[in-house]
């Protein structure tokens, strides 16, 4: 059974920084395709960044300051943000499609991703 787990989320000031993790336990295909969304109350989800096979992609709105990698030998996805700003304020979650995918496709919410983690909230206050 494929779980994934996220954790590192917390408060910041503006301006300030997190590294939140997510951890598929349970999945053995390579490589992995995951992603990060976020979803702030009254918002529709939106896709943050995506990875896979090496390729990345950003939402609009975090490019420059969010990075996105993944570990495939440990099948964890990070997702270092800085420069944070409250409107960055939501719940974050991964998740992970199986087979292939395009990133591009993953942040413009084109999948529908076969696993998601329960979220971690990062509040950033001004």
């Known amino acids: 059974q494929v779980k994934l787990v996220e954790s590192g989320g917390g408060s910041v000031q503006n301006g300030g920084s997190l590294r939140l993790s997510c951890v598929a336990s349970?999945?053995?295909?390579?490589?992995?395709?995951m992603g990060w969304f976020r979803q702030a109350p009254g918002n529709e989800r939106e896709g943050v960044a995506a990875?896979?096979?090496?390729?990345?992609h950003y939402a609009d709105s975090v490019k420059g300051r969010f990075s996105v990698s993944l570990d495939a030998a440990k099948n964890t996805l990070y997702l270092q943000m800085t420069s944070l700003k409250p409107e960055d304020t939501a719940i974050y979650s991964c998740a992970l499609e199986r087979g292939q995918c395009i990133p591009y496709q993953m942040v413009r919410g084109l999948y529908r991703p076969d696993y998601w983690g329960q979220g971690t909230q990062v509040t950033v206050s001004s």
């Open positions: 990875a896979y096979n090496g390729t990345t």
């Open positions: 349970g999945y053995t295909d390579r490589p992995a395709c």
